[in-house]
C-alpha cells in the first residue's frame, strides 16, 4: 500500500523557495502491509527531513488520504 501526502507550511525564507508564502513537498511512503482475515491494520513511519536547514519547519500540516482501492 502506498500512501500520498502533501505537506503544506508557511517558512520564511528566499522567494525561489515559495509560492504565494507557503512551502510545498509531495512526500511518499510505503507501508508494509500482510493481509490478515481476521483485521485489517499496519504499522508506518514518518520522517519528514527539512531541505532547507537553515530555516525551521514552522506550521506543518499533514493530511492523511485512505482511499479504497476499489473506487
Known amino acids: ?4 501526502l502533501m505537506l503544506f507550511w508557511q517558512m520564511a525564507g528566499p522567494a525561489w ?3 504565494g508564502g507557503a512551502v510545498c513537498a509531495e ?3 510505503v ?3 500482510k493481509l490478515s482475515l481476521e483485521r ?3 504499522d508506518a513511519r ?3 527531513t ?5 530555516q525551521k519547519l514552522q ?3 499533514v493530511e492523511l488520504l485512505f482511499m479504497d482501492g476499489n473506487l
Open 1 to 4: 500500500m502506498i500512501l500520498y
Open 17 to 19: 523557495a515559495q509560492a
Open 27 to 29: 512526500v511518499k511512503i
Open 31 to 33: 507501508i508494509e502491509q
Open 40 to 42: 485489517q491494520a499496519f
Open 46 to 48: 514518518m520522517v519528514i
Open 50 to 54: 527539512n531541505g532547507l536547514p537553515d
Open 59 to 61: 506550521d506543518v500540516h
